[in-house]
């Protein structure tokens, strides 16, 4: 134990720093806790410094490794921090600790950038002098027991308890290094608690270059990866530090471990897990955690990626970063710029996974596709980016295989100026789809997009590498010659002409009223159906509008009017041509079924019920022609 032995002599702190005290212990710092991070940085400092003074001159020597105890005590309400590093002398007791902002972690480096040595520069974390005044957020009364390691020097023990003074002594018994004892505050004893001493270390010092023993346990086992050489780390390794650093239990699918010394010093390992969490309706926090030289500044940082990559676990560590007076606040330009290098990288390094192995990149999709797609919603700086990373099946793919629109724009047809896509709940109805008819008959290729997300992914990009993206049920669809066909043969001769399509065209607008159609338009394009509708509001907008006003108001919600387009050589539009005189009232039920049948083909009519009476109606109809054909037969 150490024993004072010398006269104490009562120094007063200067006016500024009694002034400081009071900002450092009450407000300098968001959360208590930070106190255990500042005096482990401090002293993972003190034993850099004596090693590297070490190189310069060999009588330096502490006789002790280079590690870090602490010992906490709850019933004692204590808190012991000791190094063996390079101490202090008198004078630099009084010059360090007695003036607040005077730090010996700056002036060791103003020393260093003298004489060119930049690895221990870059082993420097506490550059701000503050970290030890820390301590008065949580002790009552603080003790510093120091010896230098210049040969001859004498112990001394610098107590204070934060009032305005502080005394200093000589004393015997004392290791090289500091030792720091911290009498804990009654609401504060908590951190005299193993457990909770334990996980604050882990949470913030845990990749300190030195050990850190606690109780004489040594807590920090897991070694900085990011510091390593990327072919020196094994996928073990990768796995276990994952692992440890996203609080998981699975594999990561996809590791980028990488550094760079421009435009800004980082050194970083990023992950993807196997699986996430907001399929189960849980919010994904961000994954990221920035360091500063294997220290911990914010933990699962919010600015270091944008919050469509929140899925990505890892860790970016920048010496560049400018911290102000607390480790916690950020310059907000820095910050920018890291956010800017990280989120090139992250694109870069999904889009090389997704070339690498397309099948594993596919099944990445599958479950992590949605983050993707609001990344083109959310992020307008990197939307043409993160486009190349979407995947979709098409008309040509089989179900469950996905192509990229790269993959589509370097396959389409020569003549093809647009890329086409189909907004559809499940591939059969897209394959059934009378919008989809004349692009399997024309071998161009559509895209299905499936989730109700996809219309405001569309939507929001617009276009790729300058080729618009088009939906199959757009008028720009329908005017598109490479779509059109001509007739031949017996339908040619069975087909109303010109005048007669427009006839019935203007007698369908008329029946349906402009409540119903704004336009009917007379189109060849269509096969095996006598209707479609185009320019009509979005499924998904439209539930969306629903919901806006309320479900006890639904049926309040008036459909838009739509654009008809009638297939005039169709059996049944030819039919209709020929009863609409001699049978108004059945003329009328069939235009309207055909509407309600276009409408359901688009997905947007609201209650299919609504049509149930006019189908039976149309089924008696037809039932009883067929009976009287058989009794004409018979008789």
């Known amino acids: ?54 190189n310069l001159d060999s009588s330096l020597e502490s006789g002790k490794p280079l590690e870090i105890r ?24 009084n010059e360090n600790l007695g003036t607040i902002a005077r730090s010996g972690s700056k002036s060791f480096l103003e020393k260093v950038e003298k004489e060119g040595s930049a690895s221990a520069k870059d082993s420097i974390i506490g550059q701000f002098g503050v970290g030890f005044y820390s301590t008065f957020m949580v002790g009552e009364k603080i003790t510093v027991y120091t010896r230098s390691a210049k040969p001859g020097s004498k112990g001394y023990c610098w107590t204070t308890d934060g009032h305005g003074s502080y005394t200093v002594a000589e004393a015997d018994n004392v290791a090289v290094g500091t030792k720091i004892v911290i009498e804990l505050r009654d609401d504060c004893k908590s951190y005299g608690s193993h457990l909770e001493v334990d996980a604050i270390i882990k949470k913030y010092s845990n990749f300190v270059g030195f050990p850190i023993y606690l109780n004489d346990q040594e807590v920090n086992t897991v070694e900085p990866l990011w510091t390593k050489e990327k072919n020196s780390v094994t996928a073990d390794q990768h796995r276990e530090f994952y692992r440890f650093i996203a609080n998981a239990w699975d594999d990561p699918q996809y590791t980028l471990h990488f550094k760079t010394d421009a435009p800004l010093s980082i050194a970083s390992v990023l992950y993807v897990p196997e699986k996430h969490m907001e399929s189960l309706g849980e919010r994904t926090e961000p994954g990221v955690s920035l360091y500063s030289r294997k220290v911990l500044i914010q933990p699962k940082s919010k600015g270091l990626l944008p919050d469509w990559l929140r899925f990505v676990k890892g860790v970016v560590d920048s010496e560049d970063i400018p911290l102000n007076v607390s480790r916690e606040l950020l310059q907000d330009n820095i910050l920018s710029r890291l956010r800017i290098v990280m989120t090139r990288r992250a694109l870069g390094w999904l889009e090389s996974e997704s070339k690498r192995d397309p099948a594993k990149y596919n099944e990445f999709f599958m479950d992590f596709g949605q983050f993707i797609k609001e990344g083109v919603c959310t992020d307008s700086m990197y939307k043409k980016d993160i486009a190349k990373l979407l995947r979709f099946e098409t008309s040509k793919t089989k179900a469950g295989e996905m192509i990229s629109l790269q ?13 086409y896509y189909l907004l559809t709940p499940k591939r059969r109805y897209a394959e059934e789809s009378p919008y989809t008819e004349m692009f399997k008959k024309k071998g161009v290729e559509l895209l299905y997009l499936y989730e109700t997300v996809d219309e405001f992914v569309v939507n929001h990009l617009r276009e790729f590498q300058g080729i618009d993206l088009i939906s199959a049920d757009s008028p720009e669809a329908a005017t598109d010659p490479l779509l059109q066909q001509a007739l031949e043969g017996d339908a040619a001769q069975s ?82 041509f020929q009863i609409r005189n001699q049978d108004p009232a059945l003329a009328k039920m069939v235009a309207e079924q055909v509407y309600d049948n276009a409408l359901c083909a688009a997905g947007v009519l609201d209650d299919p019920r609504s049509m149930i009476s006019r189908l039976n109606k149309l089924l008696e109809f037809s039932v009883n022609k067929a009976v009287e054909q058989d009794k004409k037969v018979s008789a």
Not at 84 to 89: A, E, L, N, P, S
Not at 499 to 528: M, Y
Not at 544 to 555: K, L, T
Request: charged share 35%; aromatic share 6%.
């Open 495 to 576: 087909a109303l002409s010109e005048t007669e399509a427009k006839d019935l065209a203007k007698w369908v607008e008329e029946t349906l009223g402009p409540d119903v159609v704004k336009q009917v338009d007379i189109s060849r394009r269509l096969d095996n159906f006598p209707a479609i509708v185009l320019e009509h509001e979005s499924p998904a907008m439209r539930k969306m509008m629903q919901m806006m006003e309320g479900s006890a108001r639904m049926d309040e919600l008036p459909p838009m009017p739509t654009r008809l387009e009638i297939n005039p050589d169709h059996g049944v539009m030819r039919g209709l």
């Open 70 to 93: 602490i010992y906490a005590d709850k019933e004692k309400k204590q808190f012991i921090i000791q190094d063996y590093g390079i101490g202090m002398t008198l004078d630099e007791i």
């Open 407 to 419: 993959d589509y724009t370097d396959r389409k047809q020569e003549e093809q100026k647009r890329i």
């Open 1 to 54: 134990e150490e024993v004072v032995t010398g006269k104490e002599e009562v120094h007063e702190f200067k006016t500024e720093t009694k002034r400081l005290l009071n900002i450092v212990a009450n407000s300098l710092y968001s959360e208590k806790e930070i106190f255990v991070r500042e005096l482990i940085s401090n002293a993972a400092d003190a034993l850099e410094k004596l090693r590297h003074s070490q």
